[in-house]
Protein backbone atom coordinates (compact mmCIF):
# COMPACT_ATOMS: atom_id res chain seq x y z
CA UNK A 1 0.00 0.00 0.00
CA UNK A 2 2.94 2.35 1.11
CA UNK A 3 4.64 1.88 -2.33
CA UNK A 4 1.42 2.25 -4.19
CA UNK A 5 1.15 5.86 -2.03
CA UNK A 6 4.78 6.41 -2.87
CA UNK A 7 4.30 5.83 -6.85
CA UNK A 8 1.24 8.10 -7.04
CA UNK A 9 3.17 10.73 -5.38
CA UNK A 10 5.90 10.37 -7.80
CA UNK A 11 3.81 11.03 -10.61
CA UNK A 12 3.06 14.40 -12.68
CA UNK A 13 -0.48 13.96 -11.36
CA UNK A 14 -0.04 14.26 -7.86
CA UNK A 15 1.98 17.54 -8.56
CA UNK A 16 -1.09 19.23 -10.57
CA UNK A 17 -3.15 17.92 -8.20
CA UNK A 18 -1.71 19.87 -5.27
CA UNK A 19 -1.45 22.80 -7.68
CA UNK A 20 -4.88 22.90 -8.57
CA UNK A 21 -5.77 22.09 -4.93
CA UNK A 22 -4.08 24.96 -3.42
CA UNK A 23 -4.43 27.68 -6.40
CA UNK A 24 -8.15 27.47 -7.63
CA UNK A 25 -9.30 28.44 -3.95
CA UNK A 26 -6.75 31.11 -3.89
CA UNK A 27 -7.52 32.80 -7.42
CA UNK A 28 -11.84 32.12 -7.26
CA UNK A 29 -11.90 33.94 -3.40
CA UNK A 30 -10.06 36.60 -4.73
CA UNK A 31 -12.19 36.58 -8.53
CA UNK A 32 -15.59 36.77 -6.54
CA UNK A 33 -14.23 39.65 -4.05
CA UNK A 34 -13.13 41.82 -6.79
CA UNK A 35 -15.75 41.50 -9.41
CA UNK A 36 -18.20 41.47 -6.65
CA UNK A 37 -16.70 45.25 -5.51
CA UNK A 38 -17.69 45.99 -9.38
CA UNK A 39 -21.00 45.04 -8.99
CA UNK A 40 -21.44 46.77 -5.75
CA UNK A 41 -19.59 49.91 -6.91
CA UNK A 42 -21.88 50.23 -9.99
CA UNK A 43 -24.92 49.34 -8.78
CA UNK A 44 -25.30 49.91 -4.92
CA UNK A 45 -23.94 53.21 -4.62
CA UNK A 46 -27.39 54.54 -4.15
CA UNK A 47 -30.22 53.98 -1.79
CA UNK A 48 -32.88 55.65 -3.54
CA UNK A 49 -35.92 53.80 -3.69
CA UNK A 50 -36.88 54.20 -7.67
CA UNK A 51 -40.43 52.88 -6.78
CA UNK A 52 -41.25 56.14 -5.52
CA UNK A 53 -41.01 57.86 -9.12
CA UNK A 54 -42.80 55.50 -11.49
CA UNK A 55 -45.50 56.93 -13.49
CA UNK A 56 -48.76 56.36 -12.70
CA UNK A 57 -50.37 52.69 -13.63
CA UNK A 58 -47.14 51.65 -14.02
CA UNK A 59 -47.44 49.48 -10.52
CA UNK A 60 -48.24 45.51 -11.93
CA UNK A 61 -50.44 43.43 -9.58
CA UNK A 62 -48.52 40.99 -7.55
CA UNK A 63 -49.30 37.21 -7.27
CA UNK A 64 -47.50 35.77 -4.31
CA UNK A 65 -47.08 31.95 -4.32
CA UNK A 66 -46.13 30.13 -1.07
CA UNK A 67 -45.96 26.23 -2.03
CA UNK A 68 -46.37 24.28 1.34
CA UNK A 69 -45.50 20.74 2.40
CA UNK A 70 -46.56 19.94 5.84
CA UNK A 71 -46.02 23.45 6.91
CA UNK A 72 -48.54 23.98 9.95
CA UNK A 73 -46.15 24.92 12.25
CA UNK A 74 -45.13 27.99 10.88
CA UNK A 75 -47.04 29.10 7.80
CA UNK A 76 -49.50 31.41 10.22
CA UNK A 77 -46.14 33.11 10.83
CA UNK A 78 -45.29 33.55 7.29
CA UNK A 79 -48.78 34.46 6.20
CA UNK A 80 -49.03 37.30 9.05
CA UNK A 81 -45.66 38.13 7.86
CA UNK A 82 -46.64 38.38 4.35
CA UNK A 83 -50.01 40.29 4.48
CA UNK A 84 -48.01 42.94 5.62
CA UNK A 85 -46.18 43.52 2.17
CA UNK A 86 -46.46 47.64 1.84
CA UNK A 87 -47.44 47.49 -1.67
CA UNK A 88 -50.61 48.36 -3.07
CA UNK A 89 -51.70 45.65 -5.42
CA UNK A 90 -51.47 41.80 -4.46
CA UNK A 91 -53.21 38.60 -3.88
CA UNK A 92 -51.41 35.18 -1.84
CA UNK A 93 -51.81 31.72 -3.04
CA UNK A 94 -50.51 29.12 -0.38
CA UNK A 95 -50.66 26.04 -2.04
CA UNK A 96 -50.37 23.00 0.11
CA UNK A 97 -48.60 19.93 -1.78
CA UNK A 98 -50.10 17.06 -0.20
CA UNK A 99 -49.25 18.11 3.31
CA UNK A 100 -49.96 15.17 5.98
CA UNK A 101 -50.53 17.66 8.85
CA UNK A 102 -52.72 21.09 9.51
CA UNK A 103 -50.88 23.23 6.82
CA UNK A 104 -54.28 23.18 5.16
CA UNK A 105 -56.15 24.54 8.27
CA UNK A 106 -54.09 26.49 9.87
CA UNK A 107 -53.97 28.31 6.30
CA UNK A 108 -57.57 28.31 6.04
CA UNK A 109 -57.94 30.83 8.92
CA UNK A 110 -57.06 33.60 7.05
CA UNK A 111 -59.63 33.16 4.40
CA UNK A 112 -61.58 36.31 6.37
CA UNK A 113 -58.93 38.04 3.79
CA UNK A 114 -60.12 38.29 0.21
CA UNK A 115 -56.18 38.78 -0.70
CA UNK A 116 -55.67 35.23 0.49
CA UNK A 117 -56.42 31.98 -1.47
CA UNK A 118 -56.07 28.12 -0.11
CA UNK A 119 -55.08 25.39 -2.68
CA UNK A 120 -55.14 21.69 -1.36
CA UNK A 121 -53.34 19.46 -3.36
CA UNK A 122 -53.66 15.94 -2.00
CA UNK A 123 -50.82 14.31 -4.25
CA UNK A 124 -47.14 15.26 -2.91
CA UNK A 125 -45.95 16.26 -6.68
CA UNK A 126 -42.93 18.65 -5.73
CA UNK A 127 -42.26 22.15 -5.02
CA UNK A 128 -41.80 23.06 -8.87
CA UNK A 129 -45.47 21.49 -9.80
CA UNK A 130 -46.65 22.94 -6.57
CA UNK A 131 -46.20 26.27 -8.18
CA UNK A 132 -46.95 25.36 -11.50
CA UNK A 133 -50.45 24.21 -10.41
CA UNK A 134 -50.40 28.06 -8.25
CA UNK A 135 -49.83 29.55 -11.24
CA UNK A 136 -53.47 28.62 -13.08
CA UNK A 137 -54.68 31.21 -9.99
CA UNK A 138 -52.32 33.67 -10.71
CA UNK A 139 -53.81 37.05 -11.71
CA UNK A 140 -51.27 39.03 -11.19
CA UNK A 141 -48.47 39.61 -14.38
CA UNK A 142 -45.29 39.29 -11.92
CA UNK A 143 -45.21 36.05 -9.44
CA UNK A 144 -43.50 36.49 -6.60
CA UNK A 145 -42.14 32.89 -5.45
CA UNK A 146 -41.67 32.47 -1.20
CA UNK A 147 -40.66 29.54 0.58
CA UNK A 148 -42.96 28.82 3.54
CA UNK A 149 -40.49 29.09 5.83
CA UNK A 150 -39.23 32.78 4.86
CA UNK A 151 -40.84 36.19 4.48
CA UNK A 152 -39.96 39.46 2.73
CA UNK A 153 -39.56 42.51 4.33
CA UNK A 154 -42.73 44.92 4.05
CA UNK A 155 -40.50 47.18 1.20
CA UNK A 156 -39.31 44.23 -0.70
CA UNK A 157 -41.53 44.21 -3.68
CA UNK A 158 -40.79 48.10 -3.69
CA UNK A 159 -37.54 47.44 -4.43
CA UNK A 160 -38.31 44.36 -6.76
CA UNK A 161 -41.10 45.77 -9.17
CA UNK A 162 -38.94 49.13 -10.55
CA UNK A 163 -36.26 46.45 -11.78
CA UNK A 164 -39.12 44.98 -14.43
CA UNK A 165 -40.40 48.79 -15.69
CA UNK A 166 -37.48 49.70 -16.91
CA UNK A 167 -36.30 45.97 -18.12
CA UNK A 168 -38.59 43.83 -20.48
CA UNK A 169 -36.05 41.29 -21.09
CA UNK A 170 -36.11 41.07 -17.57
CA UNK A 171 -37.27 37.37 -15.95
CA UNK A 172 -36.79 37.42 -12.70
CA UNK A 173 -35.41 39.66 -9.69
CA UNK A 174 -33.95 36.89 -6.54
CA UNK A 175 -33.79 38.96 -3.17
CA UNK A 176 -31.62 38.75 -0.68
CA UNK A 177 -31.99 36.01 2.43
CA UNK A 178 -31.18 36.64 5.21
CA UNK A 179 -30.93 33.97 8.22
CA UNK A 180 -32.70 34.18 11.07
CA UNK A 181 -32.48 31.59 13.49
CA UNK A 182 -29.20 32.40 14.48
CA UNK A 183 -29.42 30.72 17.99
CA UNK A 184 -26.89 27.93 17.20
CA UNK A 185 -23.51 27.52 15.61
CA UNK A 186 -24.60 26.54 12.26
CA UNK A 187 -26.76 29.22 12.22
CA UNK A 188 -24.57 32.10 13.08
CA UNK A 189 -22.24 30.06 10.13
CA UNK A 190 -24.68 29.83 7.51
CA UNK A 191 -25.42 34.13 8.19
CA UNK A 192 -22.43 34.62 7.08
CA UNK A 193 -22.25 32.31 3.98
CA UNK A 194 -25.36 33.68 2.73
CA UNK A 195 -23.62 37.04 2.42
CA UNK A 196 -20.11 35.98 1.48
CA UNK A 197 -20.95 32.95 -0.32
CA UNK A 198 -24.57 32.94 -1.98
CA UNK A 199 -25.25 36.94 -2.32
CA UNK A 200 -21.38 37.75 -2.84
CA UNK A 201 -21.33 35.36 -5.93
CA UNK A 202 -25.04 37.02 -7.39
CA UNK A 203 -23.31 40.27 -7.40
CA UNK A 204 -20.20 38.98 -9.09
CA UNK A 205 -21.90 36.62 -11.61
CA UNK A 206 -24.03 39.79 -12.40
CA UNK A 207 -20.65 41.29 -14.19
CA UNK A 208 -20.79 38.74 -16.23
CA UNK A 209 -24.04 38.85 -17.48
CA UNK A 210 -25.09 35.71 -16.21
CA UNK A 211 -26.07 34.05 -12.88
CA UNK A 212 -26.08 30.32 -11.44
CA UNK A 213 -29.55 30.27 -9.99
CA UNK A 214 -31.93 32.72 -8.60
CA UNK A 215 -33.07 32.58 -4.91
CA UNK A 216 -35.48 29.95 -4.35
CA UNK A 217 -35.97 31.11 -0.82
CA UNK A 218 -37.78 34.53 -2.47
CA UNK A 219 -37.86 35.87 -6.82
CA UNK A 220 -40.36 37.94 -8.13
CA UNK A 221 -40.75 36.48 -11.74
CA UNK A 222 -42.50 37.78 -15.08
CA UNK A 223 -45.47 35.48 -15.30
CA UNK A 224 -44.96 35.74 -19.09
CA UNK A 225 -41.24 34.78 -19.30
CA UNK A 226 -42.13 31.51 -16.72
CA UNK A 227 -44.64 30.67 -19.57
CA UNK A 228 -41.99 31.23 -22.56
CA UNK A 229 -39.92 28.90 -20.46
CA UNK A 230 -42.52 25.76 -19.91
CA UNK A 231 -43.30 27.28 -16.39
CA UNK A 232 -41.06 25.77 -13.71
CA UNK A 233 -38.54 22.66 -14.53
CA UNK A 234 -40.24 20.30 -11.96
CA UNK A 235 -37.98 16.87 -12.84
CA UNK A 236 -34.96 17.92 -11.15
CA UNK A 237 -33.84 18.31 -7.50
CA UNK A 238 -33.08 22.07 -7.59
CA UNK A 239 -35.72 23.81 -9.38
CA UNK A 240 -34.22 27.34 -8.85
CA UNK A 241 -31.04 26.64 -10.49
CA UNK A 242 -32.55 24.34 -13.69
CA UNK A 243 -35.28 27.67 -14.43
CA UNK A 244 -32.98 29.90 -14.01
CA UNK A 245 -30.95 28.46 -16.91
CA UNK A 246 -33.56 27.92 -18.82
CA UNK A 247 -34.49 31.31 -18.49
CA UNK A 248 -30.86 32.74 -19.94
CA UNK A 249 -30.76 30.16 -22.78
CA UNK A 250 -33.79 32.11 -24.15
CA UNK A 251 -31.42 35.16 -23.50
CA UNK A 252 -33.73 36.73 -20.38
CA UNK A 253 -31.87 39.00 -18.24
CA UNK A 254 -31.75 37.86 -14.11
CA UNK A 255 -31.51 40.73 -11.28
CA UNK A 256 -30.63 41.04 -8.02
CA UNK A 257 -31.51 43.27 -5.52
CA UNK A 258 -29.65 43.06 -2.47
CA UNK A 259 -32.25 45.55 -0.88
CA UNK A 260 -35.25 43.32 -1.30
CA UNK A 261 -34.64 41.16 2.09
CA UNK A 262 -36.56 37.92 2.91
CA UNK A 263 -36.20 36.45 6.41
CA UNK A 264 -35.55 32.75 6.22
CA UNK A 265 -34.57 29.57 9.13
CA UNK A 266 -31.65 27.68 7.92
CA UNK A 267 -31.02 23.73 8.73
CA UNK A 268 -29.79 24.15 12.29
CA UNK A 269 -27.99 21.01 12.42
CA UNK A 270 -25.56 19.04 11.11
CA UNK A 271 -28.23 16.36 9.66
CA UNK A 272 -30.57 18.53 8.64
CA UNK A 273 -27.80 20.76 6.76
CA UNK A 274 -26.49 17.55 5.24
CA UNK A 275 -29.65 16.57 3.30
CA UNK A 276 -30.48 20.10 1.92
CA UNK A 277 -26.64 20.40 0.83
CA UNK A 278 -26.89 16.83 -0.65
CA UNK A 279 -30.29 17.77 -2.60
CA UNK A 280 -28.40 21.09 -3.90
CA UNK A 281 -25.22 19.52 -4.82
CA UNK A 282 -27.37 16.94 -6.72
CA UNK A 283 -29.11 19.71 -8.92
CA UNK A 284 -26.35 20.97 -9.63
CA UNK A 285 -24.77 18.21 -11.27
CA UNK A 286 -28.22 17.80 -13.05
CA UNK A 287 -28.60 20.83 -14.41
CA UNK A 288 -24.46 20.86 -16.08
CA UNK A 289 -25.45 17.37 -17.69
CA UNK A 290 -28.62 19.13 -18.73
CA UNK A 291 -26.84 22.00 -20.21
CA UNK A 292 -23.74 20.65 -21.66
CA UNK A 293 -24.94 21.28 -24.85
CA UNK A 294 -24.55 25.30 -24.72
CA UNK A 295 -21.24 24.90 -25.60
CA UNK A 296 -22.66 24.18 -29.77
CA UNK A 297 -23.73 27.66 -29.56
CA UNK A 298 -21.61 30.45 -29.10
CA UNK A 299 -24.60 32.25 -28.52
CA UNK A 300 -24.68 30.96 -24.83
CA UNK A 301 -21.46 32.60 -24.43
CA UNK A 302 -22.23 34.24 -21.49
CA UNK A 303 -23.26 31.18 -19.48
CA UNK A 304 -19.73 29.44 -20.25
CA UNK A 305 -17.57 31.18 -17.19
CA UNK A 306 -20.70 30.06 -15.15
CA UNK A 307 -20.72 26.50 -16.15
CA UNK A 308 -16.52 26.59 -16.17
CA UNK A 309 -16.48 27.46 -12.39
CA UNK A 310 -19.36 25.06 -11.53
CA UNK A 311 -17.62 22.45 -13.29
CA UNK A 312 -14.00 23.42 -11.99
CA UNK A 313 -15.80 23.57 -8.37
CA UNK A 314 -16.98 20.06 -8.13
CA UNK A 315 -13.31 19.14 -9.65
CA UNK A 316 -11.14 21.06 -6.43
CA UNK A 317 -14.14 18.64 -4.35
CA UNK A 318 -12.90 15.40 -5.50
CA UNK A 319 -9.05 16.81 -5.87
CA UNK A 320 -9.84 17.71 -1.89
CA UNK A 321 -11.34 14.37 -1.19
CA UNK A 322 -9.03 12.25 -3.06
CA UNK A 323 -5.50 14.34 -1.88
CA UNK A 324 -7.41 14.00 1.56
CA UNK A 325 -7.48 10.27 1.99
CA UNK A 326 -4.05 10.01 0.48
CA UNK A 327 -2.38 11.96 3.36
CA UNK A 328 -4.67 10.10 6.16
CA UNK A 329 -3.30 7.14 4.78
CA UNK A 330 0.51 7.93 4.19
CA UNK A 331 -0.18 9.30 8.12
CA UNK A 332 -1.66 6.42 9.12
CA UNK A 333 1.38 4.29 7.77
CA UNK A 334 3.88 6.50 9.36
CA UNK A 335 5.29 8.16 5.79
CA UNK A 336 3.80 11.63 5.68
CA UNK A 337 3.85 13.26 2.10
CA UNK A 338 4.60 16.76 0.83
CA UNK A 339 1.76 18.78 1.91
CA UNK A 340 0.40 16.15 4.20
CA UNK A 341 0.00 17.99 7.39
CA UNK A 342 -3.31 19.24 9.33
CA UNK A 343 -1.28 22.45 10.41
CA UNK A 344 -1.48 25.37 7.64
CA UNK A 345 1.77 25.49 6.37
CA UNK A 346 3.02 28.41 3.79
CA UNK A 347 0.87 27.78 1.33
CA UNK A 348 -1.91 26.88 3.31
CA UNK A 349 -1.96 30.25 4.92
CA UNK A 350 -2.73 32.17 1.78
CA UNK A 351 -5.51 30.00 0.87
CA UNK A 352 -7.36 30.72 4.45
CA UNK A 353 -6.73 34.54 4.46
CA UNK A 354 -7.87 34.68 0.97
CA UNK A 355 -11.27 32.72 2.30
CA UNK A 356 -11.60 34.95 5.03
CA UNK A 357 -11.02 38.25 2.93
CA UNK A 358 -14.10 36.70 0.66
CA UNK A 359 -16.11 35.85 3.35
CA UNK A 360 -15.17 39.93 4.78
CA UNK A 361 -15.67 41.54 1.79
CA UNK A 362 -19.74 39.72 1.65
CA UNK A 363 -20.34 40.59 5.58
CA UNK A 364 -18.93 44.21 4.67
CA UNK A 365 -21.24 44.10 1.57
CA UNK A 366 -24.46 42.94 3.60
CA UNK A 367 -24.06 45.24 6.63
CA UNK A 368 -25.27 48.05 5.16
CA UNK A 369 -28.90 46.08 4.77
CA UNK A 370 -28.45 43.69 7.73
CA UNK A 371 -26.13 45.12 9.99
CA UNK A 372 -26.49 42.22 12.27
CA UNK A 373 -24.64 40.34 10.41
CA UNK A 374 -21.24 41.84 11.16
CA UNK A 375 -21.13 40.34 14.37
CA UNK A 376 -21.28 37.06 13.24
CA UNK A 377 -17.33 37.32 11.30
CA UNK A 378 -16.41 35.89 14.21
CA UNK A 379 -17.39 32.64 13.58
CA UNK A 380 -15.75 33.15 9.59
CA UNK A 381 -12.55 30.98 10.58
CA UNK A 382 -15.09 27.75 11.20
CA UNK A 383 -16.82 28.41 7.45
CA UNK A 384 -13.36 26.09 5.58
CA UNK A 385 -13.30 24.21 8.45
CA UNK A 386 -16.98 22.76 8.39
CA UNK A 387 -18.08 23.69 4.89
CA UNK A 388 -15.38 22.96 2.85
CA UNK A 389 -15.12 19.46 4.20
CA UNK A 390 -18.77 18.61 4.66
CA UNK A 391 -19.69 20.06 1.04
CA UNK A 392 -16.18 18.68 -0.56
CA UNK A 393 -17.76 15.21 0.50
CA UNK A 394 -21.49 15.87 -0.55
CA UNK A 395 -20.28 17.11 -3.83
CA UNK A 396 -17.93 13.60 -4.88
CA UNK A 397 -21.64 11.26 -3.41
CA UNK A 398 -24.34 13.53 -4.63
CA UNK A 399 -22.28 14.25 -8.38
CA UNK A 400 -23.01 10.97 -9.84
CA UNK A 401 -26.01 10.48 -9.27
CA UNK A 402 -26.78 13.94 -10.64
CA UNK A 403 -25.17 13.23 -13.78
CA UNK A 404 -26.08 9.79 -14.09
CA UNK A 405 -30.06 10.51 -13.78
CA UNK A 406 -30.59 14.51 -14.95
CA UNK A 407 -34.08 14.20 -14.02
CA UNK A 408 -35.79 13.31 -10.91
CA UNK A 409 -36.84 13.42 -8.18
CA UNK A 410 -39.99 15.17 -7.67
CA UNK A 411 -41.49 14.70 -4.30
CA UNK A 412 -40.11 16.93 -1.39
CA UNK A 413 -40.18 16.70 2.64
CA UNK A 414 -38.39 19.77 3.99
CA UNK A 415 -38.82 19.36 8.22
CA UNK A 416 -38.85 22.44 10.25
CA UNK A 417 -38.62 24.13 13.15
CA UNK A 418 -41.71 25.94 15.34
CA UNK A 419 -41.24 29.86 15.53
Known amino acids: MLGLIQSFADHPVYDVMMVFFAMYPLFTSIMWAVTAIISAFRRERSSKLDFYE ?32 DYPDYHVIVISDGSDDDTVEKAHAFLA ?11 NEGKAMAINDALVFASGELVLVMDADAY ?21 VTGNPRVRNTDRLLGKIQAVEFSSIISLLKRAQVVWGRIMTV ?7 RKSALQDVGLFVHDCATEDIATSWEFQRKFYDIRYEPHAMARMQVPPGLRSLWNQRLRWARGLAQVLRRNVDIWKSWKNRRLFPVYVEAALSIAWAYCFVTLTSIWILSWILGAPLLGATPVPTWWGMPI ?10 GVLMDRRYDPSVTKYYLWAALYPLIYWIQMSIITVIATPSGILRPKGPGTWRTPRTSE
Open 54 to 85: LPDGALPRISVVIPAHSEGRIIANTLEKILQL
Open 113 to 123: DERVTVIDKRV
Open 152 to 172: PEPDALKWMVPHFVRNPRLAV
Open 215 to 221: SGVMALY
Open 352 to 361: GTAALFQLLV
